[in-house]
């Protein structure tokens, strides 16, 4: 893109909006809705199945986890800052997956000063062994997103959308096919 094509940077946010953080290096200001409701406290997991002969972030997950934050941050119309988020994801051959498949009964992101966080559990799914075969398999993603901001309002069409919860218009809004 041709730079006098781009529109101009602004030095100041326009009325309303308050600047996120200071200017860093000339960067233009990050202009954000101001703290105007009560703390709103999301958790939830965003999942995604993708055959691996088209998966679009195969091998660059972390990239793939850092869109969806960014998007589902648009999405909600707050800073990208107030978004924590993390990938977990495992290979099954067939869809849909056998009943011996592993199951992900809970996935959250959790700071170390709350009730939730758990350190060092790790559990073994036993399960017959699996004759290997040349088959394109599934990526089964789950990304755990956890969002604490005070810039929600309760009519949000992000949060509407969210609570609404049908995986294919959020998929639609999030727009990132894995």
């Known amino acids: 893109?041709?730079?006098s094509s781009l529109p101009t940077c602004l030095n100041s946010c326009p009325a309303g909006p308050?600047?996120?953080s200071a200017k860093l290096n000339g960067d233009?200001?990050?202009c954000v809705s101001p703290r105007n409701f009560p703390l709103s406290r999301l958790r939830f997991v965003f999942r995604e199945i993708c055959q691996e002969s088209k998966c679009?972030?195969?091998d660059n997950w972390d990239l793939y986890r850092q869109m969806v934050s960014v998007k589902i941050a648009h999405i909600l119309g707050i800073p990208l800052?107030?978004?924590l988020s993390a990938l977990l994801f495992w290979k099954e051959e067939v869809m849909p997956p056998p009943s011996d498949?592993?199951?992900l009964t809970r996935f959250m992101v959790a700071r170390r000063d709350e009730a939730d966080f758990v350190v060092n559990i790790t559990r073994r799914l036993d399960r017959p062994q699996r004759r290997l075969s040349a088959v394109d398999k599934f990526y089964m993603l789950h990304v755990a997103m956890r969002i604490d901001t005070q810039r929600l309002s309760s009519r949000s069409r992000g949060l509407l959308l969210l609570q609404e919860n049908s995986t294919s218009?959020?998929?639609q809004y999030v727009g990132i096919p894995a």
């Open 1 to 3: 893109t041709d730079r």
């Open 18 to 20: 308050e600047v996120l």
């Open 28 to 30: 233009v200001p990050a």
């Open 56 to 58: 679009r972030f195969l």
């Open 81 to 83: 800052s107030e978004v």
């Open 101 to 103: 498949a592993r199951v």
């Open 169 to 171: 218009r959020i998929q």
